[in-house]
């Protein structure tokens, strides 16, 4: 059994003589279970403290990147904000680069920064990129670990990716749209802001799967381009409607839904069904408006705690790893079950 305590502090943690602890420790016999059992908790106690006392005062800095819509960035910005107080004994503390519309080479020239200026890790949600993965790749190559948020890079040498499956996602939107819809005519869009991003693309893959599978005569219209964003969003839904008088129902990918429904109330229109991701504001009050039915919801504070545990991991702050851990819960949310707070 090794471990870096004296025999007295086993002892006094366990709350039993001396002699008994090294009885345990040397494996004799005339130690009863149940005593053996409490000085190997007392020995696992001590290593759980002894690592909160080498984590006071740490400081970690992280370095949050990300090329998305203003709303999406906000809520991770927040998320972050809200959750570094959780990560107590260690400190950290976070440099924000947020970016709508942001190039591939914008993105890059960032992440190299970053790994001439030091980090201790970097979250990030980015484009599916060679060039992209190629700054990651840098990344850890000077020892600093990146885990991608949301939508990942399976090529790059990130550290882990935290978020939700997200062709189980796409399929649980398909699933939704099809028990509304039942057998009624219509034609179904799906929406997505950019074709490089991996989780936009994955969600899309699972959609189209899950729809062929229950519902082969129903047409799918592929909408991308979107940017997530309401304008570019709102144009391409407008001409979608203008030559689709049979659209009734939506699966918003990559966002932009205060634009399609500005959009179905300029036609005069109404969807069906309407379905996106993410309880940010403009969802929230789409939802408490009724003009969307359901927002598929993972928990971005939970998510951001992940990648800050990942980060100290990999620094060695941690013992355990979440590197391997479960996808991100997926909750359905309807405006009959908003969650308090939101």
Same mark, same amino acid.
């Given at each position: 059994?090794t471990h870096p305590f004296s025999v007295r502090e086993i002892a006094r943690q366990a709350g039993v003589s001396d002699a008994t602890v090294d009885r345990?420790?040397h494996d004799r016999p005339g130690v009863r279970q149940s005593t053996v059992g409490q000085v190997r908790q007392a020995i696992k106690d001590l290593e759980?403290?002894?690592?909160?006392?080498?984590?006071?005062?740490?400081?970690?800095?992280?370095?949050?990147?990300?090329?998305?819509?203003?709303?999406?960035?906000?809520?991770?910005?927040?998320?972050?904000?809200?959750?570094?107080?959780?990560?107590?004994?260690?400190?950290?503390?976070?440099?924000?680069?947020?970016?709508?519309?942001?190039?591939?080479?914008?993105?890059?020239?960032?992440? &190299?920064?970053? +790994?001439?200026? =030091?980090?201790?890790? !970097?979250? $990030?949600?980015?484009?599916?990129? @060679? #060039?992209?993965? /190629? *700054?990651? &790749?840098?990344? +850890?190559?000077? =020892?600093?670990?990146? !885990?991608? $948020?949301?939508?990942?890079?399976? @090529? #790059?040498?990130? /550290? *882990?990716?935290?978020?939700?499956?997200?062709?189980?996602?796409?399929?649980?939107?398909?699933?939704?749209?099809?028990?509304?819809?039942?057998? /009624?005519?219509?034609?179904?869009?799906?929406?997505?802001?950019?074709?490089?991003?991996?989780?936009?693309?994955?969600?899309?893959?699972?959609?189209? /799967?899950?729809?062929?599978?229950?519902?082969?005569?129903?047409?799918?219209?592929?909408?991308?381009?979107?940017?997530?964003?309401?304008?570019?969003?709102?144009?391409?839904?407008?001409?979608?409607?203008a030559a689709h008088r049979d659209l009734r129902a939506v699966y918003s990918i990559g966002g932009g839904n205060a634009g399609i429904s500005e959009a179905?109330?300029?036609?005069?229109?109404?969807?069906?069904?309407?379905?996106?991701?993410?309880?940010?504001?403009?969802?929230?009050?789409?939802?408490?408006?009724?003009?969307?039915?359901?927002?598929?919801?993972?928990?971005?504070?939970?998510?951001?705690?992940?990648?800050?545990?990942?980060?100290?991991?990999?620094?060695?702050?941690?013992?355990?790893?979440?590197?391997?851990?479960?996808?991100?819960?997926?909750?359905?949310?309807?405006?009959?079950?908003?969650?308090?707070?939101?």
């Amino acid at each position: 059994m090794t471990h870096p305590f004296s025999v007295r502090e086993i002892a006094r943690q366990a709350g039993v003589s001396d002699a008994t602890v090294d009885r345990v420790l040397h494996d004799r016999p005339g130690v009863r279970q149940s005593t053996v059992g409490q000085v190997r908790q007392a020995i696992k106690d001590l290593e759980a403290q002894r690592i909160q006392l080498e984590l006071t005062g740490r400081r970690f800095m992280v370095d949050v990147v990300a090329d998305a819509p203003a709303r999406f960035t906000s809520s991770v910005k927040h998320a972050l904000e809200s959750v570094l107080p959780l990560m107590r004994p260690a400190v950290f503390r976070a440099r924000f680069h947020l970016h709508e519309q942001w190039s591939a080479d914008e993105c890059v020239a960032e992440l &190299d920064t970053i +790994a001439k200026r =030091g980090s201790h890790g !970097v979250i $990030l949600k980015a484009p599916d990129v @060679a #060039s992209i993965t /190629a *700054a990651v &790749d840098r990344l +850890a190559q000077v =020892g600093i670990p990146v !885990v991608t $948020l949301v939508t990942d890079l399976p @090529a #790059s040498h990130r /550290a *882990a990716y935290v978020g939700m499956d997200n062709r189980s996602a796409g399929a649980t939107a398909a699933y939704l749209i099809h028990q509304w819809m039942g057998t /009624a005519p219509g034609t179904v869009a799906a929406t997505v802001s950019n074709d490089f991003f991996r989780g936009e693309e994955e969600r899309e893959m699972g959609f189209r /799967a899950a729809m062929r599978a229950m519902d082969p005569g129903r047409d799918v219209l592929y909408l991308p381009g979107s940017d997530g964003l309401d304008r570019t969003t709102r144009l391409l839904m407008g001409d979608a409607l203008a030559a689709h008088r049979d659209l009734r129902a939506v699966y918003s990918i990559g966002g932009g839904n205060a634009g399609i429904s500005e959009a179905f109330d300029a036609a005069g229109r109404r969807p069906d069904v309407f379905i996106g991701h993410d309880l940010v504001p403009d969802n929230m009050a789409l939802l408490r408006e009724g003009k969307m039915s359901a927002v598929l919801h993972h928990d971005l504070k939970q998510d951001i705690q992940r990648c800050c545990r990942i980060i100290m991991q990999a620094h060695g702050a941690l013992a355990d790893s979440d590197a391997g851990g479960e996808p991100s819960k997926i909750d359905i949310i309807t405006p009959f079950n908003i969650p308090s707070g939101f």
